[in-house]
Structure formats: structure tokens, C-alpha cells
């Protein structure tokens, strides 16, 4: 094998390395978002103490450390690349520490294999980074061990490193959000880091006594010989493109970019980009639930909802305001919708079901943004100031915390906030009970505790629109006259 | 050898230190100005009255507004000791209960200064008066996340009061293995004691566990002849019964009022199941009315229970939404013979009603002469309800309808103020009343504690963390506190095992 730096090599890492970039930068940004949403990594030391405590709890935070920044997706996707890199660095260097004078450059290609896997493995939205961390982590620790000289020190590290392994990256389960899914591409990975490796020391191994023995008897090898110098690259050259064309193509083809342009939908709502929303429905119109609930919430942003909601799919009521389903993705977008109506209890109720949905009992720095802001709005500063608290403790969400705090009790500040003192105003006066399903009196009774609220208005006719309730909208023609 | 000493030597002086900062006895401040008003510590331990077995009482200043704060404790015979690491005042349990032992049936006095600003402020000192009388040492609650519908992780979990140890009893992920998720509830015991116990497991591999004579088992109280399973318990405190409500239990959720959850039946009855003949029978289930929340008497010989009032003819056949508001609930008893397991008449105890008030949740005291309960305005779920308090009426006469109402004692050291107080209950000698309350913010639930004597209420007290900081931090609810003598003694595990049969 040559050198890790040799041209070839590099070229070779560079372009996997930027293959990994780009997929996770332009084609799957939004699995990032997805990934960061639900959780709150906090700098705290409970918080840090309850993850390491336990078995596998180092990679599982250096996990969920790196998914903080995935708020950014280019920061995300280079995270994800760097990782994936090395883990294919690593492989190649077990077999580089072999230090062969033998030829098993056909076995290049299979250096990028558990990187691939691992692509594999995160194109689930649900797979978490703490599992490529956990396969990093022990190719460390071979790599490590198998670079120490033989004898008693070695054997006793390797039986110590075992055990810390476990702990470290190991002995836990926490590489998928699902509780009872077994993340076998992981394992796919983990093994093949250790395995192709393990398999080339045999190869590696069995040759060198092969030629001890055919030396001595004097005798020549075929194929032991290096191949020509023109020749030396086509070999390896060969193997990675075999290797990288069939993985590539299952990445591709396993990704699920359905999902993904649902999450944007979400995302795009999360921040308010309506804007960019209608470019999006314009260029596609969406056919999901999700995308249809976005797209309606931004044309009455720009008030435009009754006016243009049937240039687009429809899905009754259940794209304009759906009923809150018990996960943790598609209240989100309908909370987002409660939230800029001013239902602020039925959006505080949507995010917080949601948050209480999340599979692997994370937080979401998202949902504890969104708590504190109803809560606000409605008075419970204590509350507020306990969201408030922990997202100080957080990388990216810390500064609107320090913005946020100076408001709670000072009703003047907030009345003239341009977000919140507009939603105080449009919120409901009169107190009813409320449940998973929106009706029609509920949209009533927001738009006339305050008729200035228009996006109440539009939803209000477009719920009867969608729904053909041909009564119900005369009789709120008559009462608006 | 010369290495080794001076690593021995450098161990030596990095443990020396690590003790000396662990202990934490800073120098009063000499250059102070004084303040006349109490400091505004959390938890509020002024002038509280605490069992002198209780754990330290940990406190903090507003970390927002002080930078650093120090307290000097003084007991009755003049031993004194000063603490405070930045904001927070926390006490090592051993100097702690040396204090406590030092002054029982006396009091500490406190004296705390904050510093803000580069200034130093001593602000009026106060004491924490040490009753004779102890806590039990244990109590177990539900860790829960105060949610509408959906919940995610969620523990039952006991606690040491004489220490800050807290263990698992139970938890909703060791045995469910399906998306639709796992809740446990409902905790209780046989005298506060953990050999007879039970909890619910609700929705994946659902069903009772009870422990009977600490044999573990899993039941299912469904019968054809019952409306569900049995859901609020109270274990008979002699014979192995079980008298529980059954219901049908919804939730609403308000668009405007603070009461942000409505927790309504649409139905409820009593049962009473028989743990050594698994049987199950139907103490009440008047289908137009609905009972609830029974409690045994000390003695065994009455259970108590709540009942509604029946609605104004005109609002019977409306949706309950609409008239839940109206829903008010009576106290009632009814005799029990435990050898033939009969009940008598039932009896009015409390009218809530005419008061145009509602109860739930009765205890009656160790002794058998008072009875706690809380009350709200309507409805049964009071924990939601800003408007509802804790309160204690003596039991003195047998009620009759000639009897007068009994007058509530004053439990405002007990109440807080515009905020849901409720689920209270009696320590096993007591002398110590304890609620779940969300005075603190109005969403988390937090345990609270009152010395009870002769009919008088001390000032309450939160419960104490070994970092006070926790109570703001802890994004749980403290769900159903019940006294317990001893601790549970099954782990997680062993209740795990039950439900692989």
C-alpha cells in the first residue's frame, strides 16, 4: 500500500470527503435541521454527567455535541464529512500498519466501506451521530493497540481498552431515536472498520509465511512482485470506483428525499421564511400534509389564502389546521400555525406534545424556544424563565435567552414587542375548552375577540371553504355585517 | 523512592484541598449595611418548623440579582457556622444533623448576607424551629413532565428526607417494547409501608402490579361488570383490600384561563377488590353520578369518598364541556364490616356543594380526628386548579344532617397563594402534612411540608434539594407524594420480571 499522502490517496479522500459535503449540504440540509430540533445539548454538568454515566454515553455526547451545530447545515454537513473521513483514514491506516511489503492493493476500495455504511446508516433521520462516533472511537482504539510492540503491555491494554470501549462507545443503544430498532448498518459499519482490517492482517500474514517458506526454497512467487510503477495506482484506482459506484448508488438510492423536502417545509415555517415558501409551492406544489399546512400559513401571511388557496393541493381541513397526531414532526408545523393565529394555548399544547413525542425522550431546543415564548405571552414568566434558563446553557440558542429574559414581567416591553404585544392582542378573551380538533367556532371566536386579527379571518373562511359548509359561511357573513 | 514520595506528598495537599473546599465555611463579611427585611431566599425557609430528622434545609439567593451570599447558622447552645459557595448556601448533612439534634424543640437562628454589586447586605436573620416530632423518612411521587396528552420518560422514584438519596422505583421504559409508550401511576401502600403496595402500568403490557407480602404480580381489574380497571386506590389499612375508583377519564384544555388542563369523568364508580380471592366488587356506580378517590378510615371501619352532586335538570343531557364548570363533589363515608365485607348507608361528611365549593382527594389523620382534603371551586382535578387550597376539618361527631358543618381549621401557612394546592396527605404520625403544590410557577408540581399540632399549621416548606437551584432547573412534576416508613426494597428489575410471565 502507499502512502497516506501519495497524490493518489489524497485525490481519492478529497473527492469522497466533498461527496460527503455537497450530499449533506445541498441534498439532505434538512435532515440536519431535523436531527438538531430535537435535542438540547446543554453545557451543564448534570446534564453531561447523565449521558456519560452511561455505557456508551462518550459517543453518544460527542454525538449529540456535533448535532448541536447542525442548527447550520454546512457546518453539519463538514461535520458529518470529517467524520466520515475518518473513518475511512482509519481503515486505511490498519492496513497501513501492517507495513506489507506485499501487494493487497485490490483491497483499497474496502478502506471507504464502513464510511459508506455509515452514510447508509444517517440517511435515517432517526440514526443518531453518537453511532458513527462509537465506530470512530474503537478504530481508535485498535488503531492504537495495534501500533503498540507485542508482549504482556499489549495484551493487558487490549483486554483494558475492551472494557473502556464498552463504556465509552459501546455498551449503550442510544445510535437510533426509535427504542426498539436495532441499528444493524451501524453494526455493519462498526464491523466491517474491524473486520476488512482483520482480514487483511490474515492475508497480510499468511504471505509473509508463504515466502518465508518459498524463499527458502529458493523458489520465485508469481504475484508476489510489485506491479509495474505505470500500473501501481490502477489497481487501488479500480477497486475505490467499484466500491464508491455500488455504495454511492445505494446511498442515493436509499435517500429519502421525499422526507426531506417535507422537513423543509417545516423548516422554513420554523423560521418564518414565507417568502421563500412561495417559491417553493410555486416550483412544486406540495402533496403532503405538512407542505400543504406551510403553504396555506404562508399565503395568509401574505394575505393571500383566500385568494389563491385553490391554485394549489388541498387536503380539507387537514391541511389547513390538522388535528395534533401523538409524534413528534407534525404538530410542529400546525403549532406554528396556532402560534401566528394567536391560539397561543392550543400552539403551547402542540409544542409540547410534540417535544413529549420525541422517540428518545430528548428535549428540543426548538420546542423550549417556542414554551417560553407562549408562556411569556401569557403571563407565566416563572415558566418562561425556566425555558429561558436552560437554553442559556446552550450554544445557539443562549443569546436570544440573555434577549428574552429582560422582558418576563415587564408588560410595557412586551406590549410594544412587535411579535409578542401583536399576539397578546390577537389572543383568545373568552375561555372554552379546546381538544385535538379545530372547529370552525374555535377560529370564530378568535377572530371576533379581535377583528383585526386577519390571518383569523382567512383561516375562519377558508375552513369553510375547504370543509363546503356553505351554512356556516353565510351565517358568519351575516354576523360580520 | 524520591518520586514516589513527592507524588505522595502532592496527593496529600490536592486532597487537603479538595476537603477544605468541600467544606465551604467562608468569613462573615465585616463591611456590611444593614437591611430590614427578611432575605428573599429560595426556597423560603424563614421562620419554617422543620422535623429534626429533615435533610439540610439548602437555600439560595436570586442569582440575577446577588453574586454571592453567606449564612451563619447559630443553635441554642451557641454552636455556630458559617456556609455559602457563590449564591447558594448548601450544608453538609453530617454538620447539618448534628445542628438539628443540637436544637430539637428549639430553633437555629440564620443570619444571611448577600453580596451585590462589590456590596455586602445583611438583611434581618430568622429562624428554622426544629419540632420533636419526625418525618417519616421516606416518600415516593411520580416524576413526570406536566403534559397535556402525550409523555415521553417517566419515573416513580423515592426519596430519603433525611438525605438527598433518591432511587428508582419504577420506570415507564424498562418493559415497554411498543411506540405507543408505557404510563405508571398511582402509587400506594398498606400503612405506609412497602411489603403491600401497587402501581398502574397503563397502555403496552398493561396491568396492576401488586405486592403482596412482597410477592410481586401483575392483575388486570377489568371486568365485564366494571366501567375499566381500577385507577385511585386505598389499600384497607388490616385486611388485603383494595378499594378503588373506576373511570372514564378525558381531558380538555383551556383557550384563556390559567387553568391551562381540565381533567374530567365522563363516568366513575368504586370497587373493592379482594387481593387473596382476586375478586372484584362494586361498592357504587350510580350511573347518573359520579364517585371518586376513596380513602380508608385509620381504623378500617369507614371509607370515604367524594361524589358529585347531580346537575340542574336542564344540564344533564348537555355535553360535559359545557357543564363541567358546574360539577361539584360532596364527601361522603359509608361503614364497612371487613369480616363480611358489607357497607353501610352512606353518610354526607362535608357540602361542598352548598358552599358552591368541591372536593377531592380526602386523608384522614393517623388518629382518626381530622380530615384533609382539597378543595376548588369545581370539578375533582384540582392540581390544575389555581383557586384550589388544602383544608382540614376537625372529626369530631359522627355527621348527621342535623350536625352543623364542621368549621375548616386555618391552614394558610399551608396554602399558597393563587395557585393549585393539592393531593395532601398525613405522615404516619401526624404531626407533618404534605402537598403537591405549583405555587412556585403555577406548571410544576412541588412537595411541600407543615408541621401539624393540636389543630395548628406551621409555615410550609419545600422539600429540600442538595443543590436548591434544582426546584427552578427540574423540568418534572412531583405527581402523587405518599409517606412511606421504610423504603421500597424491589428494584427496577425485579418489577420488570412480572411482566415477562
Known amino acids: ?481 | 523512592m524520591k518520586r514516589y514520595i513527592s507524588s505522595y506528598i502532592i496527593l496529600q495537599a490536592f486532597a487537603v484541598m479538595l476537603l477544605s473546599s468541600c467544606a465551604n465555611h467562608p468569613s462573615v463579611p465585616s463591611d456590611t449595611s444593614a437591611s430590614s427585611v427578611l432575605p428573599p431566599i429560595f426556597p423560603d425557609y424563614c421562620d419554617v418548623t422543620v422535623p429534626y430528622n429533615i435533610a439540610p434545609l439548602n437555600f439560595m439567593l436570586p442569582a440575577d440579582e446577588y453574586d454571592e451570599c453567606v449564612a451563619r447558622l447559630t443553635t441554642s447552645d451557641g454552636q455556630q457556622q458559617t456556609y455559602g459557595h457563590g449564591v447558594k448556601v448548601q450544608i453538609p448533612e453530617s454538620e447539618w444533623h448534628a445542628m438539628l439534634n443540637a436544637s430539637k424543640g428549639k430553633s437555629i437562628k440564620v443570619e444571611v448576607w448577600g453580596q451585590k454589586e462589590g456590596k455586602w447586605l445583611s438583611f434581618s436573620p430568622f429562624e428554622i424551629h426544629i419540632a420533636e416530632e419526625p418525618i417519616d423518612e421516606y416518600l415516593s411521587y411520580r416524576l413526570i413532565e406536566p403534559s397535556y396528552i402525550v409523555y415521553d420518560y417517566m419515573e416513580i422514584a423515592q426519596r430519603n428526607l433525611t438525605t438527598f438519596e433518591e432511587t428508582q422505583i419504577f420506570n415507564n421504559k424498562v418493559t415497554c417494547d411498543d411506540s405507543k409508550g408505557q404510563c405508571i401511576n398511582c402509587h400506594s401502600y398498606q400503612n405506609y409501608k412497602t411489603d403491600n403496595m401497587l402501581f398502574h402500568v397503563r397502555v403496552t403490557r398493561g396491568g396492576t402490579v401488586i405486592v403482596n407480602d412482597g410477592k410481586i404480580s401483575k392483575v388486570d381489574l377489568k371486568r365485564d361488570y366494571t366501567i375499566s380497571a381500577g385507577v385511585y386506590p386505598s389499600w384497607h389499612p388490616s385486611a388485603k383490600l383494595i378499594a378503588f375508583s373506576t373511570n372514564q377519564t378525558h381531558q380538555s384544555f383551556h383557550t384563556a384561563h390559567p387553568n391551562k388542563t381540565e381533567v374530567y369523568d365522563l363516568a366513575s364508580d368504586l370497587i373493592l377488590y379482594d387481593i387473596a380471592t382476586d375478586s372484584v366488587s362494586v361498592i357504587s356506580n350510580d350511573s347518573t353520578l359520579l364517585e371518586v378517590f376513596p380513602t380508608w378510615s385509620p381504623d378500617g371501619k369507614y371509607l370515604y369518598y367524594c361524589k358529585s352532586v347531580p346537575l340542574p335538570e336542564e344540564m344533564r343531557d348537555k355535553d360535559i364541556r359545557a357543564t363541567y364548570s358546574k360539577i361539584q363533589y360532596n364527601l361522603y363515608r359509608r361503614s364497612f364490616d371487613v369480616a363480611t365485607h358489607v357497607f353501610g348507608e352512606e353518610e354526607l361528611v362535608y357540602d361542598a356543594a352548598s358552599v358552591d365549593k368541591s372536593v377531592s382527594l380526602p386523608r384522614i389523620s393517623p388518629d382518626g380526628r381530622y380530615l384533609l382534603f382539597a378543595l376548588g371551586q369545581y370539578g375533582c382535578f384540582h392540581i390544575w386548579h389555581h383557586d384550589a387550597d388544602i383544608v382540614c376539618i376537625p372529626l369530631v361527631a359522627p355527621p348527621s344532617p342535623d350536625t352543623p358543618q364542621p368549621s375548616p381549621l386555618d391552614l394558610t401557612m399551608l396554602n399558597g397563594k393563587d395557585a393549585p394546592d393539592s393531593y395532601p396527605s398525613w405522615s404516619s404520625n401526624g404531626h407533618w402534612i404534605m402537598c403537591a403544590s405549583r405555587r412556585d410557577d403555577g406548571n410544576y408540581s412541588r412537595v411541600y411540608f407543615a408541621y401539624f399540632s393540636n389543630g395548628k399549621v406551621k409555615k410550609a416548606f419545600l422539600m429540600p434539594q442538595e443543590d436548591p437551584e434544582m426546584h427552578i432547573s427540574l423540568l418534572k412534576s412531583y405527581n402523587r407524594p405518599e409517606f412511606m416508613v421504610e423504603p421500597v426494597r424491589i428494584s427496577v428489575n425485579e418489577f420488570s420480571k412480572v411482566f415477562d410471565k
Open chain 1, 1 to 481: 500500500m502507499g502512502n497516506v499522502f501519495s497524490p493518489f490517496y489524497l485525490f481519492t479522500f478529497i473527492l469522497f470527503f466533498v461527496a460527503v459535503l455537497l450530499f449533506f449540504g445541498l441534498a439532505y440540509p434538512h435532515h440536519l435541521h431535523y436531527q438538531e430540533q430535537f435535542q438540547l445539548f446543554l453545557f451543564d454538568s448534570t446534564y453531561v454527567w447523565e449521558i456519560v454515566k452511561r455505557p456508551g454515553g462518550i459517543a453518544d455526547l460527542l454525538g449529540r455535541f456535533c448535532t448541536q451545530f447542525f442548527l447550520f447545515a454546512w457546518v453539519g454537513a463538514f461535520i458529518i464529512a470529517v467524520l466520515l473521513s475518518a473513518v475511512q483514514l482509519l481503515s486505511f491506516r490498519m492496513f497501513k500498519v501492517q507495513r506489507s511489503k506485499f501487494n493487497v492493493q485490490w483491497l483499497y476500495g474496502l478502506s471507504f466501506v464502513p464510511s459508506f455504511l455509515l452514510w447508509l446508516f444517517l440517511l435515517d433521520e432517526n440514526a443518531l451521530l453518537g453511532g458513527v462516533w462509537a465506530v470512530l472511537l474503537t478504530q481508535l482504539a485498535i488503531w492504537g493497540l495495534v501500533r503498540l510492540p507485542d508482549g504482556w503491555a499489549r495484551r493487558i491494554l487490549v483486554i483494558v481498552a475492551f472494557v473502556i470501549l464498552y463504556w465509552i462507545a459501546f455498551g449503550g443503544s442510544h445510535y437510533y431515536r426509535y427504542p426498539n430498532v436495532f441499528p444493524t448498518l451501524l453494526y455493519a459499519a462498526w464491523f466491517s472498520a474491524i473486520i476488512i482490517p482483520l482480514v487483511m492482517w490474515f492475508i497480510v500474514r499468511g504471505r509473509k509465511s508463504e515466502n518465508a517458506q518459498q524463499q527458502n526454497n529458493s523458489l520465485t512467487i508469481p504475484g508476489q512482485s510489485s506491479p509495474p510503477r505505470s500500473l501501481s495506482h490502477l489497481i487501488p484506482l479500480t477497486s475505490f470506483i467499484l466500491v464508491s459506484v455500488v455504495m454511492g448508488t445505494l446511498v442515493w438510492k436509499n435517500a429519502n428525499f421525499k422526507a426531506e423536502k417535507v422537513m423543509q417545509y417545516d423548516f422554513m415555517a420554523r423560521h418564518q421564511q414565507w417568502n421563500r415558501i412561495l417559491e417553493t409551492i410555486n416550483d412544486e406544489k406540495p402533496n403532503n400534509q405538512i407542505g400543504v399546512t406551510v403553504q396555506n400559513l404562508a399565503l395568509a401571511m401574505h394575505g393571500m389564502l383566500l385568494d389563491r388557496m385553490f391554485d394549489y393541493n388541498q387536503n380539507g381541513i387537514a391541511g389547513l389546521l390538522p388535528d395534533v397526531k401523538e409524534d413528534a414532526t407534525s404538530p410542529l408545523p400546525t403549532a406554528e400555525a396556532f402560534y401566528h393565529l394567536g391560539m397561543i394555548n392550543v400552539a403551547q399544547r402542540s409544542v409540547f406534545e410534540a417535544q413529549e413525542a420525541i422517540l428518545d425522550f430528548q428535549k428540543s431546543g426548538r420546542c423550549y424556544k417556542r414554551l417560553a415564548q407562549t408562556n411569556l405571552i401569557n403571563g407565566n414568566y416563572e415558566v418562561a424563565r425556566k425555558y429561558l434558563a436552560a437554553l442559556q446553557k446552550t450554544l445557539f440558542y443562549k443569546e436570544w435567552a440573555n434577549e428574552t429574559l429582560p422582558l418576563l414581567g415587564n408588560e410595557k416591553a412586551i406590549a410594544q414587542h412587535p411579535e409578542y404585544g401583536r399576539l397578546r392582542q390577537m389572543a383568545y378573551k373568552e375561555d372554552f375548552y379546546f381538544s385535538d380538533h379545530v372547529t370552525p367556532e374555535m377560529l370564530e371566536n378568535l377572530y371576533f375577540s379581535n377583528t383585526n386579527n386577519r390571518l383569523a379571518y382567512q383561516y375562519l373562511l377558508a375552513y369553510y371553504l375547504l370543509t363546503g359548509d356553505r351554512e356556516g359561511y353565510n351565517n358568519l357573513i351575516s354576523k360580520m355585517q
